[in-house]
C-alpha cells in the first residue's frame, strides 16, 4: 500500500491519500480524540502524538496537528497508523450512518427556501470539489437576513487563508448569482 501526502493551504494540516476509498458517501469530521469514538480509523490516528483534528473525504484523510509537533515526527507515525487500518480490514466507521457532510435543513420561509436550494447547488457544484482538494469541506449552516453562515471542515478550520477564501471567493461567488446574499460568516463546529 502507498499513500501520499499533499500539503494543505493550513500548515497544521496535510492531506493523505491511501489510494482506496475512505467514506462511501458524505465526509466525517473529528475535532477532537472524544469525537472519534465511532471510527476506529480516527482512533488510531489520534494516538500519534500531537494529532488535533482527523477528516474523512471520499478518498481522502486529513489530519492536523498542534503548533508544537513537527510534520517530521509526526507523518511517519500517521501513515503507519493508516496503513495498519486498512491492512487489518477493519472498518472506518462503526456504522456507516455516521458519516455527513450534508448542508443543514433550513427552517425558514418559503421565498428564503428557493435561495437556500440555490445556496446549496453553488456550494456542492462549485465550493466543495474545490475545497476538497485541499483536504477540506464547507457545509451550509443557516440563511438569515441576506447572512449565509457556513461550518468549515476539515483543512478549512484554521486555516489562515479561510477568512479570504469566504471573503473574496464564496461571499464574491454568492453575491454574484444570488442578488439577496450579503454577506458570508463561518459558524463555529
Known amino acids: 500500500m502507498f499513500i501520499q501526502t499533499e500539503t494543505t493551504p493550513n500548515p497544521a494540516t496535510l492531506k ?21 469514538a465511532k471510527s476506529p480509523l480516527a482512533k488510531r490516528i489520534f494516538m500519534v502524538s500531537g494529532v488535533t483534528g482527523v477528516f474523512f473525504g471520499s478518498d481522502f484523510v486529513t489530519v492536523t496537528k498542534d503548533d508544537a509537533t513537527d510534520w ?87 486555516c489562515p487563508s479561510s477568512t479570504l477564501t469566504l471573503k473574496m471567493g464564496i461571499e464574491n461567488l454568492l453575491r454574484h448569482y444570488i442578488p439577496e446574499v450579503t454577506e458570508v460568516r463561518p459558524v463555529a463546529g
Open 72 to 158: 517530521d515526527h509526526a507523518k511517519p507515525a500517521i501513515l503507519g497508523s493508516i496503513m495498519e487500518h486498512f491492512q487489518s480490514g477493519a472498518p472506518v466507521m462503526e456504522s456507516e450512518g455516521a458519516s455527513s457532510g450534508g448542508h443543514a435543513e433550513h427552517t425558514g420561509d418559503a421565498e428564503d427556501g428557493a435561495i437556500v436550494a440555490q445556496i446549496k447547488d453553488l456550494l456542492d457544484t462549485r465550493v466543495r470539489p474545490a475545497v476538497a482538494q485541499d483536504g477540506g469541506d464547507i457545509t451550509f449552516h443557516g440563511f438569515e437576513r441576506g447572512v449565509v453562515y457556513l461550518h468549515m471542515q476539515g483543512a478549512c478550520a484554521g
Open 16 to 36: 493523505f491519500l491511501p489510494g482506496q476509498t475512505v467514506l462511501e458517501m458524505g465526509t466525517a469530521d473529528f475535532p477532537s480524540a472524544e469525537a472519534a
